[in-house]
């Protein structure tokens, strides 16, 4: 994906989300719903018109952190090399900011979504998605498992983030699954800080089999 295509996708999902907004304001209540828990159940609020701003507001400022990233990258933390995961990261992160406010404000005017459901299953996509191209992804000062192993060595950084992408795709689709059939949140948190812990571990034996570590006394 270019990054003028990247930023015209980016335009629509942030133009959408503004556009709803502003369509839905007058009929929120205020204070307005903007946080659910677990069961479904509100247990935030947020007074008009900050709860209806900071929702697509969100979508922007993912724009332009995505789009400062590759010219505030310094020097050896170039993007030039994975510019086709950022852009691709850009419109996934924006496209989900924007499906969240629209899921927030449709329920808060009272219109039953589903919202923890809906929330999961944009998620497991977007899991899956990022993990397709997370592979890809190399050395920067932001993004990825940045592990003392994987900032040492490009070879265990580029075999990790392989290993990362595939437990993403299998985060995503273990939320997708919680979304359908209801599986209790303490097993898909279980689940994803096992994975989130393997590419560390991972990390580390491959660079102990890649690198190796010198003998202490070959440092007497």
């Known amino acids: 994906m270019t990054r003028d295509r990247a930023n015209f996708l980016s335009y629509v999902f942030i133009v959408v989300a503004v556009a709803v907004s502003a369509y839905l304001y007058p009929s929120l209540p205020d204070p307005m719903p903007t946080h659910w828990n677990i069961k479904g159940e509100v247990d935030g609020y947020m007074p008009k018109p900050w709860g209806v701003v900071v929702l697509p507001l969100s979508a922007i400022v993912v724009f332009v952190v995505m789009r400062l990233i590759p010219v505030i990258s310094p020097q050896g933390y170039r993007t030039d090399q994975f ?13 989900f900011m924007s499906f969240v406010t629209i899921l927030v404000l449709l329920e808060a005017k009272g219109i039953d979504v589903r919202i923890n459901q809906m929330i999961f299953a944009a998620i ?14 190399r050395k920067n000062f932001l993004l990825g498992i940045r592990t003392p192993w994987t900032l040492t060595s490009d070879e265990v950084w580029a075999r990790t983030h392989k290993l990362g992408g595939r437990l993403l ?29 393997v590419p560390v571990v991972y990390s580390y034996f491959i660079y102990r089999q890649v690198e190796g570590f010198k003998d202490k006394k070959d440092d007497v």
């Open 83 to 95: 510019s086709q995961f950022l852009n691709i990261f850009q419109v996934a992160m924006v496209a």
């Open 124 to 137: 497991g996509i977007l899991f899956i998605i990022i993990g397709n191209y997370f592979g890809n992804l």
């Open 169 to 197: 795709i299998l985060m995503g689709l273990v939320w997708l699954f919680g979304a359908l059939y209801a599986v209790p949140p303490g097993w898909i948190i279980g689940m994803i800080l096992l994975m989130a812990f």
